[in-house]
């Protein structure tokens, strides 16, 4: 095992080192965007910005691994892939220029070469919506806008559909790779150890997973609560190794990410609404126990809570997460604000002293709530589908 | 606001890699972990009510053995004494029957006796009779060579004879 990870590790040191020296774009730029640096942080990228090393002079060595990027384009009705290899935004949109598309603020965008010929002047049939740059219409299909590049005018559309396997998508698959390498140990220790006390890997997680499946699966969903287990561990295993490795330098924040949250809580709502008895659908629909008056009002009140459950799931998940990264690159970045970005030598000494036990302090709460999180995304999904299920013959 | 939006490709993705990872890691990992856990969880609870039953029958059998021991204990003391008084009847009737012996052996031995003794008194009379004859011959032998004592002794006893004639025939 420890072979291939060797090897991994020298593969991605090939990549990573393979990338030449850059002359960054801001560094003489004396005011310090911590907005700018903050969303940069979160937000999900198309590349992994290891590290920048400073080499004096304002050059750094910028270390990035590339990611692919994958999009469908509902105009040709293709799927590409493609590397965009480039030191700035500009290098890259050039490439991406070359296939078709526009590179803007991180994003891709179909360039819409029937609005505006190559030479940026707009075709006549749309001279009057290209009057203003960051102009927005919208036609039959999509969205369409024009904006300037380096002194060009561009008409971008955004119909393309962007499945790239950006860094998030990186992260948790890394993710997926460790619990698989973690779990299937534990397993095969239960066959190696039978009828022995468990020991290293697998007394650290028995325990938890005893916990989910008596404290949160058998109440919740009674005897029914076996085949629901293998996929509430793995949603609380998912999401509390994720937001573990987030909290790694290097990594990025998966369920700070809404999308994330968003699938985790549709797949949620998913499983609630199939697993739903004829109580639930008749309390939805036709509401017991109320006026006729009443059972029509509380129609839309029940459909929406359809949805609010989970929501409230993917909202919950996403402002923790991505608030203890605020708080942590907040905090970190005080240093930077304080010092005046390095000017201040005072300042910043000033600042690490100040910043240093708060991002601590901080840090630890962060390990509390990426297990609390998970644990209470999981128990609420446990919980909504245990409500689903049950047939209120018991309540009433 | 990009930050609240969800974007297709990450949810996309999100969806894909978790379903994934749920479907391997329920074959892979949870399956066999649970199915462990949960065989575990048979087997001490089999092992804990036997161990209680085992405990139970040991009870059982230390009071068995308790009453068993008791049992043996009355029983020794019951042999025991009953053995004392066989041995008291055996030595009393040993007693007794040297004693009737000691007896019939005196008895016998003063019958023995008293024969010896009657047979030697017979012998003895005889003796003295015979000794007396001889005594008397003796003495009549010298007596008689006095010539007037022998007459007049003869004399005496033709007298006597004359007296006793039933000795004379006799």
Redesign the interface.
């Known amino acids: 095992m420890y072979s291939w990870i060797q090897r991994l590790y020298i593969f991605l040191l090939l990549v990573i080192t393979s990338f030449p020296l850059k002359a960054s774009d801001d560094t003489n730029s004396e005011k310090f965007d911590i907005s700018a640096t903050l969303f940069h942080h979160v937000l999900e990228t198309h590349d992994w910005h290891v590290a920048d090393i400073p080499l004096g002079g304002g050059e750094y060595l910028s270390i990035t691994i590339p990611l692919p990027w994958l999009v469908y384009n509902p105009q040709k009705k293709t799927i590409d892939f493609f590397f965009l290899l480039g030191h700035s935004e500009k290098e890259k949109n050039q490439i991406a220029q070359q296939k078709g598309y526009v590179l803007h603020h991180e994003k891709l965008y179909i360039r819409n070469e029937n609005v505006l010929s190559p030479d940026g002047k707009p075709l006549p049939e749309f001279e009057k919506e290209v009057e203003k740059i960051g102009a927005v219409w919208k036609p039959k299909k999509g969205s369409h806008r024009v904006i300037e590049q380096d002194g060009t005018l561009i008409a971008l559309s955004d119909e393309l559909i962007d499945l790239s396997p950006s860094k998030t998508v990186l992260h948790m698959l890394l993710v997926g790779i460790l619990l698989l390498i973690i779990f299937s140990k534990i397993a095969k220790e239960y066959q190696i150890n039978k009828d022995k006390p468990p020991k290293g890997l697998q007394s650290m997680f028995e325990p938890v997973i005893i916990f989910i499946r008596d404290e949160v699966a058998k109440p919740n969903l009674g005897n029914r609560y076996e085949a629901f287990l293998p996929y509430l561990l793995t949603l609380f295993f998912f999401i509390w190794f994720s937001n573990l490795l987030g909290l790694l330098p290097l990594s990025s924040n998966i369920m700070g990410n809404i999308s994330v949250t968003a699938a985790l809580a549709t797949l949620s709502l998913i499983l609630t609404n199939i697993n739903g008895s004829k109580d639930y659908w008749k309390h939805i629909f036709w509401f017991p126990g109320v006026s006729l008056p009443m059972k029509f009002l509380m129609l839309p009140v029940e459909l929406i809570g359809i949805i609010t459950k989970p929501f409230s799931l993917m909202i919950r998940l996403f402002a923790n997460i991505s608030a203890g990264h605020f708080m942590v690159l907040s905090l970190i970045s005080l240093i930077f604000l304080i010092g005046k970005n390095g000017t201040s030598a005072g300042g910043t000494i000033g600042g690490i002293l100040l910043a240093i036990p708060f991002t601590l302090f901080i840090y630890c709460l962060e390990f509390l709530v990426a297990i609390l999180q998970a644990y209470i995304f999981t128990l609420l999904t446990c919980v909504f589908i245990g409500q689903a299920m049950a047939s209120h013959e018991e309540h009433h | 606001m ?14 894909v ?6 479907l ?3 074959k ?7 199915r ?2 949960q065989e ?1 969880e048979q ?1 001490i609870e089999a092992r804990l009510q036997a161990a209680a039953e085992a405990q139970k029958k040991m009870e059982q059998i230390t009071q068995q053995n308790e009453k068993m021991l008791q049992e043996a204990l009355l029983a020794k003391e019951k042999i025991l004494k009953e053995a004392q008084e066989l041995k008291a009847q055996i030595e009393n009737q040993a007693r007794q029957e040297a004693r009737l012996l000691a007896e019939k052996m005196r008895k016998e031995t003063l019958q023995e006796v008293e024969q010896i003794k009657k047979s030697l008194k017979d012998e003895i009379k005889k003796e003295v009779v015979e000794m007396s004859f001889y005594v008397a011959e003796k003495i009549l032998s010298r007596e008689l060579r006095n010539k007037k004592t022998h007459d007049s002794y003869v004399e005496a006893l033709i007298s006597d004879l004359q007296l006793n004639p039933k000795r004379v025939t006799g």
């Open positions: 990009e930050i609240i939006l969800p974007k297709f490709g990450l949810f996309f993705w999100t969806v890699i978790f379903l994934t990872f749920f391997i890691l329920r892979v990992a949870w399956k066999p972990i649970l462990a856990l575990r087997e």
